[in-house]
């Protein structure tokens, strides 16, 4: 069992326990990637571990799928009409449902990647390490 003591994993040095949820997935595009890259970067500090990187993996995706469906729905409706019929009866685009679905995911893979604040109100998250100065060491030194 891990027991992490004063925010850290014991014998891990302060810088080494800041570990990101690393590359994106090999592929990935270079526009997924990049949204990778941007939602890692909003993510306070230490929050995101490796483990996180398969959930992360799903949010690109997700949020991907979202947004093209909502670009196809500006740009062709809301509605679409059954069969090939003119005049006939219309109904909600499959692309809002789709919109809809992806939407109700990426508020839960959010929430589990604290991306959200209600997510990360009740998360603690231990100071980022500083290195120390010459100065400072010199000084701990003296003082034994």
Not at 51 to 64: F, G, R, W
């Amino acid at each position: 069992m891990l027991r992490i003591v004063g925010g850290r994993i014991p014998g891990v040095s302060p810088a080494a326990s800041y570990v990101g949820p690393g590359e994106p997935p090999e592929y990935f595009n270079q526009a997924e990637q990049a949204l990778w890259h941007l939602l890692a970067a909003r993510v306070p500090r230490g929050l995101l571990t490796m483990a996180d990187s398969a959930m992360l993996e799903m949010l690109v995706i997700h949020l991907v799928r979202w947004r093209k469906a909502n670009a196809a729905v500006r740009r062709y409706g809301l509605l679409q009409r059954d069969g090939d019929r003119r005049g006939g009866p219309q109904r909600i685009h499959s692309l809002v449902k789709l919109a809809r679905g992806e939407a109700v995911l990426i508020a839960h893979l959010c929430g589990a990647l604290g991306l959200t604040v209600v997510s990360r109100s009740g998360i603690y998250l231990p100071p980022e390490p500083t290195e120390k100065t010459d100065e400072e060491r010199q000084f701990e030194s003296l003082l034994g």
